[in-house]
């Protein structure tokens, strides 16, 4: 795991839930291309509008113990959630691909019952990347709130609303996009996805999602 280099003092509630791993495949380029042929669909539910595969990798499987390893060498990883929705919805939640092109743009949001922990991989080809912010976090303006985290529910229905207007939200940190880069944090942060950019597949923001979940932890998820 490398350092984390950006141009934020970053705050510690945020700092110490996040891990930067960089080269993290050993052939990112092969998972790049699986990506690439990937059939893409927009969705009507969740936060954002970029499109997600309906595919998953071969590997999710081997690559999300390995991720949740990295948060916790102690805890048990919830695999078995993650195929039974698999199964059920016909939709991948871990090992799947996002697209996002140009004119798509995030939402602040958090996860709240599923993928405590996200992963994301950023396989735009290395020039594309370069420059370009990642991951980025933020601060609610009137509440000082950071995640969700100790919010009663009428408050977690107001930041929720208030996801789609930048003006209710203080960008306080961000992780450099960068080919085979991978973003692990704990997602009851407020965060949102970088603008999309590019026209196809191949040009766009391309990029490698986990939510993970531990067995310890789903007595803490609401109902």
Same mark, same amino acid.
């Given at each position: 795991? *490398?350092?984390?280099?950006?141009?934020?003092?970053? #705050?510690?509630?945020?700092?110490?839930?996040?891990?930067?791993?960089?080269?993290f !495949?050993?052939?990112? &380029? @092969?998972?790049?291309?699986?990506?690439?042929?990937?059939?893409?669909?927009?969705?009507?539910?969740?936060?954002?509008? &970029?499109?997600?595969?309906?595919?998953?990798?071969?590997?999710?499987?081997? #690559? !999300?113990?390995?991720l949740?390893?990295?948060?916790?060498?102690?805890?048990?990883?919830?695999?078995?959630?993650?195929?039974?929705?698999?199964?059920?919805w016909?939709?991948?939640?871990?090992? &799947?691909?996002?697209?996002?092109?140009?004119?798509?743009?995030?939402?602040?949001?958090?996860?709240?019952?599923t993928?405590?922990?996200?992963?994301?991989?950023? *396989?735009? #080809?290395?020039?594309?990347?370069?420059?370009?912010?990642?991951?980025?976090?933020?601060?609610?303006?009137?509440?000082?709130?950071?995640?969700?985290?100790?919010?009663?529910?009428?408050?977690?229905?107001?930041?929720? @609303?208030?996801?789609?207007?930048?003006?209710?939200?203080?960008?306080?940190?961000?992780?450099?996009?960068?080919?085979?880069?991978? &973003?692990?944090?704990?997602?009851?942060?407020?965060?949102?996805?970088?603008?999309?950019?590019?026209?196809? #597949?191949? @040009?766009?923001?391309?990029?490698?999602?986990?939510?993970?979940?531990?067995?310890?932890?789903?007595?803490?998820?609401?109902?």
């Open positions: 795991m *490398l350092e984390l280099t950006t141009n934020y003092d970053w #705050t510690p509630s945020v700092a110490r839930r996040l891990r930067v791993i960089d080269e !495949y050993v052939d990112a &380029a @092969s998972v790049r291309e699986f990506g690439l042929r990937c059939q893409f669909e927009r969705h009507l539910s969740g936060s954002g509008v &970029a499109s997600n595969s309906l595919q998953r990798h071969p590997d999710a499987k081997t #690559t !999300y113990f390995r949740a390893h990295i948060i916790s060498s102690q805890k048990q990883p919830d695999w078995d959630s993650v195929e039974s929705s698999f199964r059920f016909g939709i991948p939640s871990s090992g &799947a691909y996002a697209l996002s092109l140009e004119g798509d743009r995030d939402t602040v949001h958090f996860h709240r019952r993928g405590r922990w996200a992963g994301v991989c950023y *396989l735009s #080809t290395p020039e594309i990347c370069n420059g370009r912010k990642g991951v980025i976090f933020y601060r609610h303006r009137e509440t000082q709130l950071e995640s969700f985290v100790g919010a009663d529910s009428n408050t977690i229905s107001m930041l929720r @609303s208030q996801g789609a207007d930048p003006s209710k939200w203080e960008e306080i940190g961000y992780v450099p996009m960068q080919f085979n880069r991978v &973003a692990l944090f704990d997602a009851r942060h407020f965060h949102a996805a970088s603008p999309g950019f590019g026209t196809s #597949t191949a @040009s766009g923001r391309l990029t490698q999602l986990f939510g993970i979940d531990f067995l310890e932890d789903l007595s803490e998820r609401p109902s």
